[in-house]
């Protein structure tokens, strides 16, 4: 790896570990937070709205200020979808899967991966079947 690589590696990694540590701190790596917070006719749990609103901000506060950059920090250019035609299918197949799996199983990738840290029976079996879907989706996109 040259020093370039390094770095960004050492930043991906950075990131997600302050990423991991988020989730673990705000309880987004317990499905139940996640379940409860769709049980609206239940126990509803705001919580998530709470986490998703803070995430959402920051992101509107500061991508405005990072896309004025001539560019990022440790690459060439910006890599920011161009296509004028945003809402394709794919996009929507592909949400309203990780939606309807989030629903039901209340795990996400990341959260998924957090729980590495103190894993359970469940995170055994959703890991699994993310990678398998990870897999089946890039075939799908080759073709």
Request: aromatic share 10%; glycine share 12%; hydrophobic share 50%.
């Amino acid at each position: 790896m040259n020093g370039r690589s390094w770095s960004s590696a050492a930043v991906a990694l950075g990131a997600g570990v302050v990423f991991g540590v988020g989730l673990a701190l705000a309880q987004m790596t317990d499905p139940r937070k996640v379940l409860g917070f769709l049980d609206i006719t239940g126990s509803w749990d705001p919580s998530l709205a709470l986490v998703l609103g803070g995430a959402v901000g920051l992101s509107l506060l500061t991508f405005h200020f990072i896309l004025r950059l001539p560019r990022p920090v440790l690459a060439e250019h910006f890599d920011v979808p161009v296509s004028r035609r945003w809402l394709e299918p794919k996009l929507l197949i592909g949400s309203t899967l990780f939606g309807v799996g989030w629903g039901i199983s209340g795990y996400c990738p990341g959260p998924a991966l957090a729980q590495l840290a103190a894993p359970n029976a469940e995170t055994w079996v959703f890991l699994p079947a993310l990678i398998v879907g990870s897999l089946l989706a890039k075939a799908i996109n080759r073709t």
